[in-house]
């Protein structure tokens, strides 16, 4: 048997399919908050690798001050100025890997996590918004029409009532096709 709603279920609007889409609901709702955490950590580890960018960036340039720093008692040949100098191409390249890794993490990373959490799981929301609130106006329809007295039906009245519930019943089945095919994705 497969997991996924039937869209002609969703049509019938059964205990059972209602039932099928809250376990469908209850695993967006899990996916949401999992997917927040990891977008979140996705954005540290993203600031973490800015901040050692910089860092290194920081430790070049100050490598590359003391080159122009006179001291009165050095000479020419100071062990410090050699090291230093032998030293920064290596903390430059580091600087570069750390840039290159920044970008990457920030372009594959950090971007997709955004992108579903503000875009695939946003539409979520607004198609159960929807559909809640499709569901509860084809409820008032039908609660609407329940409620014309049957001893003296007035027929605008009821027809009013049956028109209603009609394009209630329209937009719900419309919405609810819409979200059942978006939980099944």
């Known amino acids: 048997m497969s997991n996924l709603l039937r869209l002609e279920d969703c049509l019938e609007d059964s205990p059972q399919t209602r039932a099928l889409i809250g376990v469908y609901e209850r695993d967006c709702d899990l996916l949401l908050n999992y997917s927040k955490g990891l977008n979140a950590a996705c954005k540290r580890v993203a600031r973490a690798q800015n901040e050692l960018t910089m860092a290194t960036q920081e430790l070049a340039q100050k490598l590359r001050d003391y080159q122009h720093t006179k001291f009165s008692l050095t000479s020419e040949d100071d062990l410090v100025s050699t090291t230093i100098q032998q030293l920064l191409p290596n903390v430059d390249e580091i600087s ?77 089945h419309n919405t609810s096709m819409v979200y059942c095919n978006f939980l099944n994705n």
Request: hydrophobic share 35%; proline share 1%.
């Open 96 to 172: 570069s890997f750390n840039t290159v890794l920044h970008t990457q993490l920030v372009d594959n990373m950090d971007y997709h996590s955004t992108e579903f959490v503000e875009k695939d799981m946003a539409e979520y929301l607004r198609l159960k918004s929807s559909f809640v609130t499709s569901d509860k106006q084809h409820e008032e329809a039908a609660a609407k029409l329940a409620k014309i007295s049957k001893k003296k039906p007035s027929e605008k009245g009821w027809q009013e009532a049956t028109d209603a519930l009609y394009a209630s019943r329209k937009g719900f």
